[in-house]
Antibody, heavy 122, light 108 residues
Framework: QVQLVESGGGVVQPGRSLRLSCAAS????????MHWVRQAPGKGLEWVAV????????DYADSVKGRFTISRDNSKNTLYLQMNSLRAEDTAVYYC???????????????WGQGTTVTVSS | EIVLTQSPGTLSLSPGERATLSCRAS???????LAWYQQKPGQAPRLLIY???SRATGIPDRFSGSGSGTDFTLTISRLEPEDFAVYYC?????????FGQGTKVKMK
């Protein structure tokens, strides 16, 4: 079945870095755009970034632009999020999600992972 | 950026009742690219509706979506015990995609 499994979360000090991973299975990963979406404790959902299926195009929320980098390895069916210069306000559960449609991303999400928790605290 | 405002914030209903959730956009949503998600505590969001009115795979037909432009509605025709959750709308017609703040459907 279609599945996304995130890993790499943890507790990190402000200003430090962390890399999240998302392992995909059950579908042709290389044909779908992929997203990261986060949810701060007790808050709503915030889109973070998207990467096109071939990895050549990316888009970011203003809140993370210049600090976070989304990437993918289609040979390993894995999505990544490199998070640098972390701030307290980046504390959240981070979900990876598949775009609604193969090909060009529509920016909707039809399959979600279970999430990985990132806590930025000194 | 398109701002989505959901109402009401909380809906208190009993099983078997009808739930009507509203999502209003600050500007027209392109091509009715509006989705609804359900989220239960400790779980990831689940896609219910996309394209304003198309049910996602496996979603029961008691869930229906409608609307266009700036006003959208999610209707649950008869609430089942498993439907008590938080519901989010999301527009994906323009970047950045944005979510509403959520409507909590709680058991009366």
């Amino acid at each position: 079945q279609v599945q996304l499994v995130e890993s790499g979360g943890g507790v990190v000090q402000p200003g430090r870095s962390l890399r999240l991973s998302c392992a995909a299975s059950g579908f042709t990963f290389s044909t779908y755009g992929m997203h990261w979406v986060r949810q701060a404790p007790g808050k709503g959902l915030e889109w973070v970034a998207v990467i096109w299926s071939d990895g050549n195009s990316k888009d970011y929320a203003d809140s993370v632009k210049g600090r976070f980098t989304i990437s993918r390895d289609n040979s390993k069916n894995t999505l990544y999020l490199q998070m640098n210069s972390l701030r307290a306000e980046d504390t959240a559960v981070y979900y990876c999600a598949r775009d609604l449609s193969p090909g060009l991303p529509l920016y909707g999400m039809d399959v979600w992972g279970q999430g990985t928790t990132v806590t930025v605290s000194s | 950026e398109i701002v989505l405002t959901q109402s009401p914030g909380t809906l208190s209903l009993s099983p078997g009742e009808r739930a009507t959730l509203s999502c209003r956009a600050s500007q027209s949503v392109s091509s009715s690219y509006l989705a609804w998600y359900q989220q239960k505590p400790g779980q990831a969001p689940r896609l219910l509706i996309y394209g304003a009115s198309s049910r996602a795979t496996g979603i029961p037909d008691r869930f229906s979506g409608s609307g266009s432009g700036t006003d959208f509605t999610l209707t649950i025709s008869r609430l089942e015990p498993e439907d008590f959750a938080v519901y989010y709308c999301q527009q994906y017609g323009s970047s950045p995609p944005t979510f509403g703040q959520g409507t909590k459907v709680k058991m009366k």
